[in-house]
């Protein structure tokens, strides 16, 4: 079975070969590396022996073992012996020299006897590590997860992302890698506050392999009534504060488009780091509000769709990818309007992330893997319950999911260059 980025597949058996294949191309001159991370439902190493690499090859107990060539590697694996507290065995590559993924014929990873997977677009990919794919406990057993996830710099960030400390002995020596002014920095000079979660985004970025990607960032609030309680405990600017940090990254003049919606909508002025500071208060004093209205002139009742097919208006002509954080507290009705929006924009460079804030039916939002009459992928959903019990670190990881997927499917669907 081929799989496609994204795609999942059960395991119904207990020892896995699984081969990778990177065959260079005749200018390729650095080294290239395979390796495993076995990681705790955190999503980090328990220590560095759950490293897996050329200088460790094999897991304490044996479970899982590694042999390396010029151009191929392959894992042996006993998932009846992964100890219970490790809920994913991530697989990677990572390339130790001057060259990246893009001087490779291909990447190919072949799970023997279950699917095979090649990562695609690798012309023009500036990356030095690829997250290829993650062997994950679910529901009692085990599944298979094709990714293919771009992360620059090497195996020294990719180790260190997934907690391993690259100072110990065991430890592979990392390339110097340049750097480029770093968001933290960039953050320091205009909105020091948040400095913090200019870290962790960058953490997360760099994971996702988004850190060199442009794009155009919009924020949609949900102002219903309903929402009230988001809205006073400060749940709504937090939230804008940190889609902020990621618009610095990801736009060149750091702004982001903003839309408030209820019964009615409106699109507000551009958020910037200089007018973030009470942002979500200001708006709310802009006119007369009215018993149920959290923003003037919009009404009380959530509709989505209106406000929708005017993002999509907006953004269709846009050359760069459009990035749309669209929270919520539910109350989801209007299906079909919704699909149709959504339908739309995937012929564009749209790319909606959905964010339950502390409500529930979600409707149509919850199920959007099932939702395939489209041209591509555009969307991802995750609820938060609880704002203040979801750290930033976890936030920024979930935020990001599926964008760097998406990238690359409109890429090669051509829907932009």
């Known amino acids: 079975m081929e799989l496609q980025s994204g795609q999942n597949i059960p395991l119904n058996q207990s020892t896995l070969r699984i081969s990778v294949a990177y065959p260079k191309t005749a200018s390729f001159r650095s080294d290239i590396d395979s390796s495993a991370f076995m990681l705790s439902p955190l999503n980090k190493v328990r220590g560095d022996n759950d490293f897996i690499f050329f200088n460790q090859p094999s897991s304490p107990n044996g479970s899982i073992h590694l042999n390396s060539s010029g151009e191929s590697s392959l894992f042996t694996m006993d998932l009846s012996r992964i100890d219970s507290d490790i809920a994913k065995i991530a697989i990677t590559l990572v390339i130790d020299g001057a060259d990246s993924v893009s001087g490779l014929q291909r990447i190919q990873l072949i799970v023997e006897g279950v699917a095979t997977f090649e990562v695609p677009s690798l012309p023009g990919r500036a990356e030095k590590a690829m997250i290829l ?237 099932d939702f395939t009459d489209r041209r591509v992928d555009n969307t991802n959903f995750f609820p938060i319950d609880d704002f203040t019990k979801m750290s930033d670190e976890k936030l920024y990881d979930l935020l990001l999911e599926e964008f760097n997927d998406w990238h690359q499917a409109v890429r090669k669907q051509g829907i932009i260059a």
């Not at 988001?230 to 937090?238: C, D, L, S, T, Y």
């Not at 009742?301 to 919520?328: G, K, Q």
Request: with cysteine; hydrophobic share 40%.
């Open 133 to 369: 794919g993650e062997i994950y406990r679910h529901n009692g057993g085990w599944k298979f997860r094709a990714l293919g996830q771009g992360f620059n710099g090497g195996l020294e960030p990719l180790a260190i992302n997934y907690g391993v400390d690259v100072s110990s002995p065991n430890s592979a020596p990392a390339p110097a890698i340049p750097t480029t002014v770093s968001l933290e920095k960039r953050i320091q000079e205009k909105a020091p506050r948040l400095v913090s979660l200019a870290k962790n985004a960058s953490v997360s970025l760099i994971k996702h392999g988004l850190q060199t990607v442009k794009a155009k960032v919009a924020f949609v609030l949900d102002a219903s009534g309903s929402m009230t309680s988001e809205f006073k405990k400060g749940h709504v600017q937090a939230v804008l504060d940190r889609i902020a940090v990621l618009a610095v990254q990801f736009d060149d003049d750091g702004s982001m488009d903003v839309w408030g919606f209820a019964e009615r909508h409106r699109k507000y002025e551009d958020v910037t780091l200089e007018n973030l500071d009470g942002y979500v208060e200001r708006i709310q004093k802009t006119g007369k509000r009215g018993m149920w209205e959290l923003l003037p002139g919009l009404g009380g009742t959530n509709n989505e769709p209106p406000c929708m097919t005017e993002i999509v208006d907006f953004f269709e002509d846009s050359e760069l990818p459009v990035y749309v954080v669209f929270i919520t507290d539910g109350g989801i009705s209007k299906t079909k309007a919704i699909k149709d929006a959504i339908r739309r924009s995937a012929n564009h460079a749209i790319f909606w992330k959905f964010v339950g804030l502390g409500g529930s039916n979600y409707g149509i939002l919850e199920k959007l893997d």
